[in-house]
């Protein structure tokens, strides 16, 4: 089985709410399930080298946002920007975190959770 969780209304402007998709990513990962986060709109932000947002501390556990996007990273999950939030944002490879495997399009996005084998969490 695979998982795809797309990051829709997910965004530094929140970190409570944005570690969660993170936390089911990283879960679900050490359950052996194959992990795709598809990061949309605003959300792309959140893997930008020099955004202090992304260190925000999230409560109860006093820990930054990106603590929580560096365990579903280690933990194997798959990172994909939406080519459309990047280019409206002037993002490149270079100004995201190194752990970014790609930016994809909408019909690549579409493709992968289309797929029968695949469930989606939208965030």
């Not at 969660?20 to 359950?31: E, G, L, Q, V």
């Not at 100004?95 to 493709?111: C, F, R, Y």
Request: with cysteine; proline share 6%; aromatic share 4%.
């Amino acid at each position: 089985m695979k998982l795809v969780i797309q990051l829709w209304q997910t965004g530094s402007c929140a970190p409570e709410q944005s570690a969660t998709p993170f936390m089911i990513a990283a879960s679900a990962a050490a359950m052996d399930v194959e992990v795709s986060i598809h990061a949309l709109g605003a959300s792309v932000e959140l893997f930008q080298l020099n955004n202090p947002a992304r260190h925000q501390t999230v409560a109860p556990l006093g820990r930054p946002l990106s603590a929580y996007i560096d365990d579903a990273i280690r933990s194997g999950v798959r990172v994909a920007l939406c080519s459309t939030a990047a280019r409206d944002r002037a993002l490149k490879t270079s100004d995201l975190i190194p752990e970014v495997t790609e930016i994809i399009g909408m019909v690549s996005m579409l493709e992968e959770v289309l797929d029968p084998q695949c469930k989606l969490l939208v965030y």
